[in-house]
């Protein structure tokens, strides 16, 4: 089968477009066609650099959508060939305690489809029948691929994390990202008021069209907890969901009131701050890391996604030879939403 893998670490240019191995369907998996798979800042960082336990060569995507095109006769499941999927890419090792006693999002054995499994940058993908979630007949598979990490993700941290309220007022950072782009609409879904930030004035055009209360562009106020503070009445928000890192975590201190959360799911402008924690001292604070995401959340989340409730945004279309490229965009940041690759 076709598919884009590394052999080796490097930029852009060490994705390989070419032949792999058909994968052989184990016991309590299924083979899924894959129609189309969307990138994740993750893919970046797995092909620039080594991580732990990840061995080479490898097939990138960790989101993944198409149609099923086997079953193991063993598999405990009711979807049948044929069915329109998208794959949940954290795979849990069930038998550990923590996933025994139904909190498999802190499963000491999880692996993910994409980096410690092959991914769906590729024809075919094979995946633990559980994994795998319908999606409305009314969705196509470049919407549906889309979905799982930043709809996953978002959800866990505003809801499962944050536990976020329909009168919070809330940050979200990076309002063109996968993950800000669907943390506003779970938001605004849930009742909130939604502030967030972009580098550009169309991203917040997008941004606002998504539901967004108020826009900030970073890059005119770079000292963004002013503006909202004026925003709030010199309040501060409730909520501050952030998937930026060290480059603006003072700030986001800064836009929170007394009591307010904080939770970080993603380092994309660095992993090291100093911190005044004079700030928490006499600011009581909660900040809270994302983590692990549990089968059941996914299965929540997909009830809004057949409700209609939750869509995938693309931002751009690639076919499955021009991932290279994709790379390229996504370090660009000149998109809004997700770049989905078409096999």
Known sequence: MKAVFIEQHGGPEALTYGDRPDPEVAPGEL?????????????????????????????????????????SPNAQTDLRVGDRVIL???VMCGACEDCRLGLDQYCTGQKRIGVDLDGGHAEYITAPAGNAHKIPDSMDFTEAAALP?????????LVTQAQIRPWDEVLIQAAGSGVGSMGIQIAKMIGARVITTAGSAWKLEKAKELGADEVINYREHPDFSRRVRELT???????????????????????????????????????????????LHSRPLHLMGSG????????????????????GIVGRVFPLEEVAEAHRTMEARDFFGKLVIES
Do not use: Y
Not at 48 to 57: C, D, F, I, K, M
């Open 31 to 71: 083979l899924l066609r894959v129609r189309a798979s969307a990138l994740n800042h993750l893919d970046l960082g797995l092909r620039a650099r080594p991580r732990s336990g990840v061995t080479l060569p490898r097939i990138m995507g960790c989101d993944v959508a198409g149609e099923i095109a086997g079953i």
């Open 88 to 90: 949940n890419n954290r």
């Open 149 to 157: 990490i930043a709809a996953h993700t978002s959800w866990h941290c």
């Open 233 to 279: 009445g010199g309040e501060g928000v409730d909520l501050v969901f952030d998937c930026v890192g060290a480059g603006i975590w003072e700030e986001n201190l800064q836009c929170l009131r007394p009591g307010g959360r904080l939770v970080i799911t993603g380092v994309t402008s660095g992993t090291r701050t100093n911190m005044d924690l004079s700030v």
């Open 292 to 311: 692990g995401r549990s089968q059941r959340t996914f299965t929540d989340l997909m009830k809004l996604v057949h409700r209609g409730a939750l869509h």
